[in-house]
T-cell receptor, first 110, second 113 residues
Framework: DAKTTQPPSMDCAEGRAANLPCNHS???????VYWYRQIHSQGPQYIIH???NNETNEMASLIITEDRKSSTLILPHATLRDTAVYYC???????????FGTGTRLQVFP | EADIYQTPRYLVIGTGKKITLECSQT?????MYWYQQDPGMELHLIHY???????EKGDLSSESTVSRIRTEHFPLTLESARPSHTSQYLC????????????FGPGTRLTVT
């Protein structure tokens, strides 16, 4: 079973920041938080990952709370092409298995 | 952009037929995976391989089988297709001892009538 809880859906206006929350209250010390997204039943796409520090790359920012029990993926300027299902995944660093939950369906509107 | 390919993209086939879904990657990745996803549902890992001649079953039981004779190729076979096999099948690959990212193919949408 997935170790994360996400809201089933969210809306965001184009050009605004999209903040997608994720709860992972049972995360253990050696588990990382990963984010993937899946656009319209295509193959999922890796976005970002982190352990305890906040991370930023060209796609998004990841904010992890100090107790590591929750995190937020931030898309700073959402576009219509960001409409997708976003998956938050907790994964041990020494395993390759990804356990996908149901994710958050983000709808970006004009 | 990931160089991982799946064919066919769509397949409609009758019950009882044998089918093979192809997956190839040109990145030289040792690790490859097959996921199954029903419409609107989660992805479930059904098979994985850590290298040539290595195959393992995933978390979701599947009647399909896989083989890994070449690094770049990881086909999935159903000996006798049934309507319950109707689903999307996604192939992925990753590199290295600890891979941060799995690269996914576009998927094969299988319909068994």
């Amino acid at each position: 079973d997935a170790k994360t809880t996400q809201p089933p859906s969210m809306d965001c206006a184009e050009g605004r920041a999209a903040n997608l929350p994720c709860n992972h209250s049972t995360i253990s010390g050696n588990e990382y938080v990963y984010w993937y997204r899946q656009i319209h039943s295509q193959g999922p796409q890796y976005i970002i990952h982190g352990l305890k520090n906040n991370e930023t790359n060209e796609m998004a920012s990841l904010i992890i709370t100090e107790d590591r029990k929750s995190s937020t993926l931030i898309l700073p300027h959402a576009t219509l092409r960001d409409t997708a299902v976003y998956y938050c995944i907790v994964r041990e660093h020494n395993t390759d298995k990804l356990i996908f939950g149901t994710g958050t369906r983000l709808q970006v509107f004009p | 952009e990931a160089d991982i390919y799946q064919t066919p993209r769509y397949l409609v086939i009758g019950t009882g037929k044998k089918i093979t879904l192809e997956c190839s990657q040109t990145m030289g990745h040792d690790k490859m995976y097959w996921y199954q996803q029903d419409p609107g549902m989660e992805l479930h890992l059904i098979h994985y391989s850590y290298g040539v001649n290595s195959t393992e079953k995933g978390d979701l039981s599947s009647e399909s089988t896989v083989s890994r004779i070449r690094t770049e190729h990881f086909p999935l076979t159903l000996e006798s297709a049934r309507p319950s096999h109707t689903s999307q099948y996604l192939c992925a690959s990753s590199e290295g001892a600890v891979a941060y990212e799995q690269y996914f193919g576009p998927g094969t949408r299988l319909t068994v009538t």
